[in-house]
Every structure is written in C-alpha cells, then in structure tokens.
C-alpha cells in the first residue's frame, strides 16, 4: 500500500430533508478508521449537529460548505494525500465529481480512495449507467436520459404512459415523480430540470417489488453481500419513505441468489471499491427483475444494514480504500474471524420512517418517490410482528403498535389504501379491522400477501384478546384469589404468551382487555405486567444472555426488548 499520512473527508453538507442526518454515521464510522492507521483525518461538514463533528473525532475540522469552491482552498493549505467521497452522500459524491472534472485533484495530487471518479460517473449519469450495464446483459428499466423539455416528451411519447421522471445527480429523489398523462408529465418535467441538468424518462414499473443488496469489493476483487433488504411497499415509493425490512422475506431462494449473484457481477464490471448498494425492482409474478439504480456510495441503507448486522459497513469501507484486502481485516463483531464473512440473520430488522408533516401548512401528504421523512427508527425482533410493533411505538406519534391506538378518522378507506401517505400501515391495519380481506387490500395498495397476512395476524390475537374482555368487568367483584384462579385457563395464558411473542406491549394488552375503563393507561400496562410475572411469561437471564452472547453488536437492542 502506498503511504497515506493526511486523508480529506467530505462530509453530507447543510441539514435538509434526505441528507446529513443519514450520512453522519458513515462519515464518524470512516474517521475512525483512518484514527486507527495513524492517519491524520480533515473533515469539511458545515453541519454542527453530527457526531463526526465532535472533538477528537477528526483531527481537523472545518465548518466550510461542501462545494467545490470551498474544499478547493482547503485543499490548497492543507495538501492532503488522498480523499475519500463515498461517505457523505450524494452531496459529496456530486462535489468529489466537479472537483476531478475540474482537474483540481490532479493538480494538487490528490489521490481518490476507494471507487475510482469514473466507476462514479458511471453510476449517476443515467445514460451511462444504462450503457454500462448493458455491457454485461444486465436488465435495466427501459428509458432515455434527456436535457430538454422536449426530449422528455419524445421520450414519453415513445415509451407510453405510465412514465416516471428521475433527476440525475439528485438525493432522496428530488425532482422525481410518475406521470400517467402529458400534464403530469410537463409539470414534473419542470421540476426535474430545476434540480438536474439530465431527466431520465422511464418506464414506469410501479407495484413490483424493491429489493436491495448491499455489497463490498477490495482492490483484489473480492466481494461479498453483507445484507440484502425488502421495502415493505411497493416500487413507486422511494425507500427513505418506505418501511424496509432485514433480511427479505418473500423472496424464494432461487430470487435471493439470482439477484445476489448479479450485484457481485455488477461491483465488479464497474470497478468499485469498498461499499455499494444495488437496488431492483422485482416483477411479483415472476423472476423478471429490473436494476432500478447503483449508488457508488454509502447510503442510508447501508447504515440500516450494517446497524441490523453489526458489520461497520462504512469502516470496512474505508479500510479497503486505503488498500486492504476483506481477508486482511477482522470481523468486529467476532474479532476473530475476517471481515470476509457474509453475516448471517436469524432475527428480522424494521426500518419505519417519521414524518413531521403536521407541522407545514398546505403539504402534501401524498408519499412517492421524492423524500418526505425526517427521520426513522429501527427495531429488532424474534418475528416480522415483534419488530413492526416495536418500531411503531417508537416513532412518536403517539401510537403504541399496529393495534390499539386512538381510532384514526379516514374519510375514504378505499382511496388511502390506493394512494399512500404517511399514515398508510395505521389505514391498513383499520382495513383489517372492519373486514376487509387480504387479497382486497393487496390489490389496492400492491403490497405483498404475506407481509399482510403477518399483519392480519396481529389482529386476530387483538381480536381474540377483546374475547376476554369481561375481565375488567370480573375484576369489579373478585378478589384477587379468584381472579388469578380464573385468568390461569390455560386458554388465557397461553394467548398472553402468544401476544408478547408478536410484539404487544404490556399495555396494549391492557387495552384489548377493557383495563383501561378501570385504570389509567399507566396502570393497566403494571397490571398485565404483574399477570405475566405471575404465570411465568418472561424471558429468561440466560435467553437474554445466550443471546447478547451471540450478537454483541446488538446487545443494548436486546436487553431493552426484553424490558
């Protein structure tokens, strides 16, 4: 390897909705690599709100825009040896571009670890990307890139509608959006130019499925897959916006590896090196598949991936931009193994998104594939049920799982289902609620029959806890004894046990029982809580240490679930 001693990093810039908050993660992640070489770190991020400006976290920090007026004077006083552009989104990346097109790197000789410019290039200029892949037969979704409007309604033209517009160089999906006739289409059309000097017109493919891969190559052209993800919606909602799930769960194993074999096929033709995400769109009915996009990049999936794995996606990365081979580092996890090994799961990870739209007057509420979250959580269970439910406790809103919230006024089920907004999985599990079939609401919203099933699951153990709602009513004119006597039916039990295997809370129990006309919501939660205690429905110290044992990474996750 050749001898680093000062490495650039550009960080996501200015905190805006898709970028910054996302990215952060990768950066400190990078920076503490470079710590661990000996490598004196510069870091350029206005955002003082990141971890990756903290003190000590780079050696030398500067609040400076990422564009490349700025980073080119910084370049000029401190002459660093190389700079890494994967670890601060799009915005980076974009800015890392411009400054090798400029020729600004090459006249201060600065070296661009890791995926080299034009594997970069490659990927975002649409047209390219499509060129590219075709070299080695992989399917692309039909489409033209175009620099006018006019070119867009040739394009659209030609294709036939249903199109969807995509920005080039764009993050979190600015300036896309799907047109079903010509004034959708100029309208967005409009839009797109006022982010990107290149539309992409495509085919639309709205309703399949969308799968990602997260993949890492070395200089020695070693790859591996370290987590592969399934959005819970279908394709027509952008990812930062959807509810995505670790491992997949619908795909067969011939779908897995086919679409496994083909991101390790596609790393390599470009030449990346260190981290990439591949996303597919997957047709529902059958095998045919469409590569969507590849971001040369970390992503904000690789920082759910590699929190749901416990595998530092972006410190491997960095590690192998500075020349290290995967068989040359150690597993974190593990310390023993090398980071050669693909992580295998035997739990599920939710990813559920926020929005804050209340709190802008006039906004549309409507999700699609530009970016409308804030943020979002993540939570890990045993079952798809447990961690959904988890995560939606968590995304403050006041929710306390899939079921037993507050009702939710909807004026038209029908057209919620059929055309999503931020409140959709909480219009879903209402549908279920008043009798509406699986198959029903799969036909309105795309959404796969067996992430609706698990959905449907969770309300029939609510409904079948409502079954048992005379407690409260008993409760009035039983003394305890008696109470404990009659909720020890095995029947009673055994459905406790089943409730908080499939991720209900203590309270929303308490809720479907009628407690909470007894009692404050505080107390009805402590009242089941002592029931449970009472039969023996609670995990084991050991379970909880067999399994803290097992995945270290995720250890603080695990005993908090189990609290």
């Known amino acids: 390897m050749e001898e680093i001693k ?37 870091l350029i991020n206005p955002n003082i709100a990141t971890v990756q400006t903290s003190q ?7 609040f400076q825009p990422v564009q490349p007026d700025f980073v080119e004077r910084i370049i000029e006083k401190e002459r660093p040896d190389g700079i890494l552009l994967s670890f601060g989104g799009q915005t980076a990346l974009n ?33 390219l990307f499509v060129k590219r ?22 394009a659209a ?30 309208a967005q059309a409009e839009e797109a130019f006022s982010f990107s000097p290149q ?28 987590c592969n993800m399934e959005n819970f919606d279908p394709l027509g909602i952008h990812t930062g916006e959807s509810i995505v799930v670790a491992p997949s769960q619908t795909l067969s194993n011939a779908e897995y590896h086919k679409l496994r074999a083909l991101a390790i096929k596609i790393i390599r033709h470009i030449g990346i090196v260190g981290e990439c995400n591949v996303q597919y769109a997957l047709d529902p009915e059958s095998e045919d598949y469409r590569v969507i ?39 974190s996890v593990t310390k023993t193994t090398s980071a050669f090994f693909e992580p295998a799961l035997d739990y599920v990870v939710v990813k559920i998104p926020r929005w804050d739209l209340t709190k802008f007057h006039g906004v549309k509420r409507q999700l699609g594939s530009s970016m409308k979250s804030v943020g979002e959580v993540m939570a890990i269970g045993r079952t798809f049920e447990e961690a959904l439910q988890k995560g939606l406790r968590m995304i403050g809103q006041g929710m306390h799982g899939f079921v037993e919230n507050h009702e939710i006024k909807i004026a038209d089920i029908e057209k919620s289902l059929h055309e999503p907004t931020d409140m959709r999985i909480f219009v879903v599990s209402k549908a279920l609620k008043i009798g509406y079939a699986v198959d029903q609401i799969h036909r309105l919203t795309m959404i796969d029959r067996w992430f609706l099933d698990k959905l449907k699951h969770i309300v029939t153990i609510d409904q079948r ?37 499939y991720g209900f809370s203590d309270f929303q129990i308490g809720r479907a029982l009628g407690l909470e006309s007894l009692m404050s919501m505080t107390d009805a939660g402590l009242r089941v809580r002592a029931w449970r205690k009472e039969f023996g429905i609670v995990p084991t110290v050991n379970q909880i240490d067999t399994l803290a044992a097992e995945y270290p990474a995720q250890t603080n996750y695990l005993y908090l679930s189990y609290l």
Not at 199 to 222: A, F, P, Q
Not at 480 to 501: G, I
């Open 6 to 42: 000062k490495v650039l990093l550009l960080g996501s810039g200015a905190l805006k909705i898709g970028q910054a908050g996302e990215f952060d993660y990768s950066g400190a992640q990078a920076l503490k690599a470079l710590k661990e070489e000996g490598i004196h770190s510069v």
């Open 56 to 62: 000590g976290v780079a050696d030398t920090v500067y």
């Open 95 to 127: 800015c890392g571009v411009e400054l090798y097109q400029r020729g600004v790197l090459e006249k201060y000789g600065v070296k661009v670890l890791g995926t080299p410019v034009q594997a970069i290039i490659d990927t975002e200029d649409r047209d």
């Open 133 to 154: 892949l075709d070299e080695i037969g992989v399917k692309t979704i039909k489409s033209q890139a175009c620099s006018t409007v006019e070119e867009v309604r040739a």
């Open 157 to 186: 033209s030609e294709l036939g509608f249903p199109v969807i517009l995509r920005a080039a160089y764009a993050l979190g999906g600015l300036g896309s959006g799907f047109c079903d006739n010509a004034e959708e289409l100029e």
């Open 199 to 226: 539309v992409l017109v495509e085919k639309s493919l709205r309703g399949w499925k969308e799968i990602e891969y997260e993949v890492v190559r070395d200089r020695y052209d070693n790859c591996i897959t370290v």
């Open 293 to 331: 996009e590849v971001n040369a990049r970390l992503s904000r999936s690789s920082a759910l991936a590699s929190k749901a794995t416990g595998y530092p996606l972006a410190f491997v990365a960095a590690k192998l931009g500075l020349g290290y081979g995967l068989f040359e580092l150690k597993n």
């Open 465 to 501: 806890l409502k079954a048992f709602a005379q407690v409260s009513e008993l409760m009035a004119f039983m003394d305890n004894t008696e109470l404990m006597e009659y909720l020890e039916a095995p029947e009673f039990v055994d459905l406790l046990h089943e409730a908080k295997v």
